[in-house]
């Protein structure tokens, strides 16, 4: 698959557990994103990577930890999340964070559940 | 930061008739008006996008009109078909690339 790739597609997690969303971008981006989306409410943004440095945190609750080893990969770290984290998370890509006019390309979505 | 909303929350047309979603904004700055889709289970797309120095564009069937003055932006779509029903979310950035999503428009058209 080229684009932007998100694993896993589904995940279904306990309150007590911790697991990691990846993405991954073929596109040769310097800008990546985390979003969530929920039911019936707007994509809210999470994270902005630019160039691996973390640029935006809108006021993301610390049980989401981000983290960017380099330009093509992003990760979203999971712990002790509650049921209303239940969402869709989508990761994106730019080809630069200081263009206003770049496309975001985004990832499949990884659907999670916690329980 | 940027405020966005848009109107109508859904949209219910019949297969070659018009649709028409308006979205308003706050930040006089902005700059850069872009629709995305996303039809059921698949990831948003752009699929057309306005820099504030027109006040409109076209691509086949869909268009975007720009009113800097009133701070809002519309897509047109004609002649619509069953694959043109998904969600449509305006999304003007607050600065730098930071999109500021709309609550979106569920499209429907029937047959």
């Known amino acids: 698959e080229t684009g932007v790739t998100q694993t896993p597609r589904h995940l279904v997690m306990g309150m007590t557990n911790k697991k990691s969303l990846k993405c991954e971008q073929h596109?040769?981006?310097?800008?990546m994103y985390w979003y969530k989306q929920s039911a019936k409410k707007p994509l809210e943004l999470m994270f902005v990577?630019?160039?691996?440095?973390?640029?935006e945190n809108n006021s993301v609750p610390s049980r989401f930890s981000p983290e960017c080893p380099n330009s093509s990969h992003l990760f979203l770290h999971l712990h002790t999340l509650q049921p209303e984290d239940s969402a869709l998370y989508l990761c994106?890509?730019?080809?630069?964070?200081?263009?206003?006019?770049?496309?975001?390309?985004f990832g499949p979505g990884t659907r999670l559940t916690v329980l | 930061g940027e405020n966005v909303e848009q109107h109508p929350s859904t949209l219910s047309v019949q297969e070659g008739d018009s649709a028409v979603i308006k979205c308003t904004y706050s930040?006089?700055?902005?700059?850069?008006f872009p629709w995305y889709k996303q039809e059921l289970g698949k990831r948003p797309q752009l699929i057309i996008d306005?820099?504030?120095?027109?006040g409109e564009k076209k691509d086949q069937r869909i268009a975007v009109t720009l009113n800097k003055t009133a701070k809002h932006f519309s897509l047109h779509i004609t002649e619509t078909q069953p694959e043109d029903s998904a969600v449509y979310f305006c999304a003007p950035p607050g600065g730098g690339n930071k999109l500021t999503f709309g609550t979106g428009t569920q499209l429907k058209v029937e047959l």
């Open positions: 994106a890509s730019s080809q630069e964070w200081e263009n206003s006019y770049n496309e975001q390309f």
């Open positions: 306005i820099r504030s120095n027109v």
């Open positions: 990577y630019n160039f691996k440095e973390q640029t």
């Open positions: 596109l040769g981006h310097n800008a």
């Open positions: 930040d006089s700055a902005s700059n850069y």
